[in-house]
């Protein structure tokens, strides 16, 4: 059951990815430069997410458990220190320097660009990489 | 439909899309710690989950594609530009764990001030980016 719903959540993420337009570099890019030509779109797809998120996990979270586990797993972590700050940063860079984001990175695969897959796999290197660097 | 109603359609879609995962598997839809754990889980039983969710997104992306008609967006050929900006979004999300999903969408629907502290640097960093790769390469020379 976990399988069939996580391929259900994957396929609601994938079609909002491509309808939305987070899967289309020159709009992604055009709706961060709010200094230049700025395409306000994509402000709608974060907005319309996060409140949806925003009421529904309110009720998920009031169950005592998921409907198909045992427990939730959340992230404990909620310390806000330099490697988060430092992180967040350098996606950013890398975000607004071509246009994707991971989601929208992998959704792409379906266009057939080899280009996403350079970006892809330049994508997992910068993760094996930083999974090198010690936690503290 | 009128344009401005895909971004909100596209949005809505991937706030269900969290919460069926949260809803019914207990997990949160970060896109960058999927891909990460995917790959490098070994043993884990929930490896299988993960792959089952990124081949969602690839049929969710090729479905609405073919059913809507929607043109497929161009790709950005500059391939020096796509490597490093996939190392950095790679080296990112790993060291702050999360990303656009994890941080933005899950994060602050779940109102963790961690994660609204990283959308924030995530989206400041990204307009700068932007702002100053606009201000070397003229628009449209990409």
């Given at each position: 059951?976990?399988?069939?719903?996580?391929?259900?959540?994957?396929?609601?993420?994938?079609?909002?990815?491509?309808?939305?337009?987070?899967?289309?570099?020159?709009?992604?890019?055009?709706?961060?430069?709010?200094?230049?030509?700025?395409?306000?779109?994509?402000?709608?797809?974060?907005?319309?997410?996060?409140?949806?998120?925003?009421?529904?996990?309110?009720?998920?979270?009031?169950?005592?458990?998921?409907?198909?586990?045992?427990?939730?797993?959340?992230?404990?972590?909620?310390?806000?220190?330099?490697?988060?700050?430092?992180g967040?940063?350098l996606f950013?860079?890398g975000?607004?320097?071509?246009?994707?984001?991971?989601?929208?990175?992998?959704?792409?695969?379906?266009?057939?660009?080899?280009?996403?897959?350079?970006?892809?796999?330049?994508?997992?290197?910068?993760?094996?990489?930083?999974?090198?660097?010690?936690?503290? | 439909?009128?344009?401005?109603?895909?971004?909100?359609?596209?949005?809505?879609?991937?706030?269900?899309?969290?919460?069926?995962?949260?809803?019914?598997?207990?997990?949160?839809?970060?896109?960058?710690?999927?891909?990460?754990?995917?790959?490098?889980?070994?043993?884990?039983?929930?490896?299988?989950?993960?792959?089952?969710?990124?081949?969602?997104?690839?049929?969710?992306?090729?479905?609405?594609?073919?059913?809507?008609?929607?043109?497929?967006?161009?790709?950005?050929?500059?391939?020096?530009?796509?490597?490093?900006?996939?190392?950095l979004v790679?080296v990112g999300v790993?060291l702050g764990?999360?990303?656009?999903?994890?941080?933005?969408?899950?994060?602050?629907?779940?109102?963790?001030?961690?994660?609204?502290?990283?959308?924030?640097?995530?989206?400041?960093?990204?307009?700068?980016?932007?702002?100053?790769?606009?201000?070397?390469?003229?628009?449209?020379?990409?």
């Open positions: 059951m976990n399988r069939i719903m996580s391929l259900i959540s994957g396929l609601l993420f994938g079609a909002g990815l491509a309808a939305s337009g987070m899967t289309n570099t020159a709009k992604v890019t055009g709706f961060l430069d709010i200094f230049g030509n700025w395409d306000p779109d994509l402000l709608l797809v974060m907005a319309s997410a996060v409140i949806t998120t925003l009421i529904c996990f309110r009720f998920v979270l009031k169950r005592s458990k998921p409907v198909f586990a045992s427990s939730f797993s959340l992230p404990l972590k909620t310390v806000i220190d330099l490697r988060l700050l430092l967040a940063v950013g860079i975000w607004g320097l071509y246009g994707y984001c991971p989601g929208p990175a992998v959704a792409a695969i379906v266009y057939l660009q080899p280009v996403t897959g350079a970006f892809l796999i330049a994508m997992l290197l910068g993760m094996f990489i930083a999974s090198k660097i010690p936690k503290s | 439909m009128i344009d401005f109603l895909w971004p909100i359609f596209g949005g809505v879609l991937i706030g269900l899309s969290a919460t069926v995962l949260l809803l019914f598997n207990g997990k949160i839809a970060g896109i960058s710690g999927i891909i990460y754990h995917a790959i490098t889980d070994k043993t884990s039983v929930n490896r299988k989950q993960h792959w089952f969710f990124l081949i969602g997104i690839l049929l969710g992306a090729y479905l609405f594609h073919l059913l809507s008609g929607k043109a497929l967006p161009e790709t950005n050929d500059n391939y020096l530009l796509a490597i490093i900006a996939g190392l790679g790993k764990n999360g990303c656009t999903s994890g941080h933005g969408v899950c994060g602050i629907g779940r109102l963790s001030m961690r994660s609204l502290v990283a959308t924030i640097c995530f989206m400041l960093t990204a307009i700068i980016s932007v702002a100053i790769i606009n201000s070397i390469i003229p628009t449209g020379a990409l």
